[in-house]
């Protein structure tokens, strides 16, 4: 027969289920990051980020949702901080600014104190059976970084150092073009100086700013004695 609990038993509060929410949310997120950059959003699991994150599968569901809530956290997370890492709109020239911004990829790439690579680009080439809502938003954060460079080329333009008739749209898609190609190659072991040498070559492909007339110099006419 089973023993009814005491007053004192019974007065006891029960115990929560599961892990309660007593951790670091941003250090489990910046894991969380961490895991997709090196395995890639698909090969990912959930035991992988619990384990990197330090907490059990209802805690991350209780803080974070699924695994694509976690995955566009740890995108936003990625794009604030490069974003403020290399402000390369502040250059007063467009080839200085996509110069800038090739430059610090190069370096940003072939870092070892974070997995090789680029957390966005890896999105693009490892969520294909992500959910059609996942790719919608990959697919803007995308056109929205090929839109800013084309608007810094666009703005070079009015300013006068990228020659008129330049095509913004074309320019930004090759040099879009040249920084995945340089995350696949940091992948891949590329070591910074590749990286900046590839980036020495995509400038030389930069249109030639329009020539200024020179300044005449005034000079006193003298008159014969």
């Not at 460079?149 to 666009?154: F, Q, S, T």
């Amino acid at each position: 027969m089973k023993r009814a609990a005491t007053p004192v038993e019974a007065a006891k509060p029960r115990k929560p289920r599961g892990r309660p929410r007593s951790f670091d949310r941003d250090a489990a997120l910046e894991a969380a990051m961490e895991v997709f950059w090196r395995k890639g959003f698909e090969a990912t699991s959930i035991s992988d980020l619990t384990e990197a994150m330090g907490i059990n599968p209802p805690s991350l569901y209780s803080a974070f949702g699924d695994k694509e809530r976690i995955f566009l956290e740890a995108i936003e997370s990625y794009q604030h901080r490069r974003g403020d890492s290399c402000p390369y709109a502040q250059e007063p020239t467009a080839r200085g600014a996509i110069q800038r911004l090739l430059e610090y990829m190069a370096h940003d790439l072939a870092e070892s104190s974070h997995p090789r690579g680029c957390l966005m680009m890896m999105a693009a080439a490892t969520s294909a059976n992500a959910s059609p809502s996942l790719q919608k938003v990959l697919t803007r954060k995308r056109l929205a970084a090929r839109d800013n460079l084309r608007l810094r080329i666009k703005r070079g333009m009015e300013d006068g150092d990228v020659p008129a008739g330049t095509d913004a749209g074309a320019l930004a898609d090759f040099y879009s073009t040249i920084l995945t190609g340089m995350s696949l190659q940091a992948r891949d072991g590329a070591t910074r100086k590749s990286l900046m040498a590839t980036v020495e070559t995509a400038m030389r492909a930069w249109p030639e700013a329009p020539k200024r007339p020179a300044k005449r110099s005034a000079r006193m006419s003298v008159a014969p004695a």
